[in-house]
């Protein structure tokens, strides 16, 4: 089956969309051929590590927006002209994410091709986190709603979340237009085995870290992340396990770590909190594979690929009810869900400290079980590609 994925981006910086997009098409291997269109300019470096064909049609050395188009946005009519000329000969479309000129360019072409079979992968982006957060800007998504994304949406086969949660918070938030639902999951590939390259290549990101053991916070360092409330419960709590650092692994997108930095320096806890970036490969599995236990205090987080990462190397998962699988970790007992708040962060940390190791041993392992029951890109991969055949898809794509 040939499938078409639109997204504004295959910048892996950019959070998990297109990961989950490579995930899944080599889960289903023969069954599926792929084909990505985005937005990024041709000559990006990170499109030579996309492992799947993939069309950039931004322009060379320039970011992928017009003259009063705004960055995050994009802009290319050429990209419009493709998706018309093309979408046709592909069994199934699936637009990823929403308020963006990919989304606007499937919104005018997709729901008038009346052969064309589409999805639409929210990914989180219908959250009422965004509207309290960014109350100017969720105006200007409501005007969008109602003449972009609406239509999208309502004209898609179904629309697509990762989780209950997701779906329910994106109920009633856009006025205007119904849309078909279905929760399909997302997850991620089992990730290799532990190795010594892998302790190297972290210990070589993070050289003031040493020997020492560590929490785990690994994703985009942005206001919905939690970090400001990280590194003022981890202070808090510091002295109660002297020997214990906390490792902050992702890109600065808002220019948040200088700051982040400064408080942690005020209270004295600079020393024990290390910064290493963005790490991929070796670097970034070996963060997993050393950490004690993973922490994600997000506001909002429709999925987190993060999590089912550290669920997958056997890590509890310390997180917060905006993380819209919280119930799955929960009720598996695969560690500790609070709050998205100060006091619910420091609960995070104090029920960690307070674990016994037994204790410790036994989420470990009810970690990787929940991986493998719910997260598991092939099971997640399977869903998928049954809803797309119950939607007319080949019947020979498997089920």
Same mark, same amino acid.
């Given at each position: ?12 910086? %950019? ?16 069954? &599926? ?81 009346? &052969? ?63 849309? $078909? ?10 990730? #290799? ?11 070589? %990101? ?35 396990? #002297? ?6 692994? !992702? ?25 290493? !970036?963005?790490?991929?490969?070796? $670097? ?72 016994? $190791? ?36 080949? %019947? &020979?794509?498997?089920?």
């Amino acid at each position: 089956m040939k499938v078409l994925h639109i997204i504004a981006s295959a910048d892996p910086r %950019s959070g998990g969309p297109i990961e989950g997009i490579l995930r899944q098409e080599a889960a289903l291997g023969e069954h &599926s051929t792929s084909m990505v269109v985005t937005l990024d300019p041709p000559d990006s470096g990170f499109l030579a590590d996309i492992r799947v064909p993939i069309l950039a049609f931004g322009r060379p050395g320039k970011s992928y927006r017009g003259k009063f188009i705004p960055l995050k946005y994009g802009f290319s009519i050429p990209y419009v002209l493709w998706i018309l000329r093309n979408a046709k000969a592909y069994d199934a479309v699936i637009v990823h994410g929403l308020w963006n000129f990919s989304t606007f360019a499937a919104s005018i072409t997709l729901p008038f091709m009346k &052969s064309v079979r589409y999805f639409v992968y929210a990914h989180g982006m219908m959250d009422p986190w965004f509207r309290g957060r960014y109350p100017i800007k969720h105006l200007f998504k409501i005007a969008s709603w109602l003449l972009c994304e609406g239509r999208l949406l309502s004209a898609a086969k179904s629309v697509l979340f990762t989780a209950d949660d997701e779906r329910d918070l994106a109920r009633g938030q856009f006025p205007g237009w119904r849309y $078909a639902e279905t929760v399909v999951g997302y997850g991620t590939a089992t990730p #290799p085995k532990s190795s010594r390259p892998q302790g190297k290549a972290f210990a070589d %990101s993070t050289p003031g870290l040493g020997e020492r053991r560590y929490l785990l916070f690994l994703s985009r360092i942005h206001p919905k992340k939690g970090c400001d409330l990280l590194i003022e419960a981890f202070a808090a709590l510091a002295e109660r396990d #002297p020997d214990l650092d906390l490792v902050v692994v !992702g890109p600065d997108d808002t220019g948040m770590v200088p700051a982040l930095k400064a408080r942690a320096e005020m209270l004295g806890v600079g020393r024990r909190i290390h910064w290493p !970036g963005m790490l991929t490969g070796d $670097a970034k599995w070996g963060a997993y594979r050393g950490a004690e236990a993973f922490i994600l205090p997000s506001h909002q987080e429709n999925f987190g690929v993060v999590v089912a990462e550290a669920l997958a190397c056997g890590l509890p998962v310390l997180t917060t009810r905006k993380v819209n699988i919280w119930r799955e970790v929960h009720n598996a007992g695969a560690g500790r869900v609070e709050n998205d708040d100060l006091d619910g962060v420091k609960n995070l940390i104090a029920f960690w400290l307070n674990a016994d $190791a037994a204790q410790r041993k036994a989420m470990s392992k009810r970690a990787q079980a929940l991986f493998m029951e719910k997260f598991d890109v092939d099971f997640v991969a399977r869903r998928l590609a049954n809803v797309i055949r119950e939607n007319g898809a080949p %019947s &020979s794509l498997a089920a």
